[in-house]
């Protein structure tokens, strides 16, 4: 079965940065998207970074162009979200997310497209 294991949280200050990763296994096939989501409390969970199977193609919220960046080692099969100049509107529980696709260059942005998911991870930026 498909298992998704994120690491990479923590608890830091406002303009720290943090590297997040997430493992897969179990994937039956290398044409496959994977995705970053966060879930702050009380608010649905958002989407954050995509990247396509070939990583040739990468997609982020507004709120974190130009500070996060999604990339992925296919070899290791592990995605990573590198985030920079955190804010404290970053705190939330960062989930990565994958599924299959027909093309190797498709992005999967829209949180139900998704089929396998993470455990999650917890990212506090403290002000």
């Known amino acids: 079965q498909v298992q998704l294991v994120e690491s990479g949280g923590g608890l830091v200050q406002a303009g720290a940065s943090l590297r997040l990763s997430c493992a897969a296994s179990g994937l039956t096939s290398n044409s496959y998207a994977m995705g970053w989501f966060r879930q702050a409390p009380g608010k649905e969970r958002e989407f954050v970074a995509a990247?396509?199977?070939?990583?040739?193609?990468?997609s982020y919220a507004d709120s974190v162009k130009g500070r996060f960046t999604i990339s992925r080692d296919n070899a290791k099969r592990t995605v990573y979200l590198q985030m920079n100049s955190l804010k404290p509107e970053d705190t939330a529980v960062y989930y990565c997310a994958a599924d299959y696709t027909n093309w190797r260059d498709t992005l999967v942005a829209r949180r139900d497209d998704y089929h396998y998911w993470g455990q999650g991870t917890q990212v506090t930026v403290s002000s």
């Open positions: 990247i396509s199977a070939s990583g040739s193609r990468t």
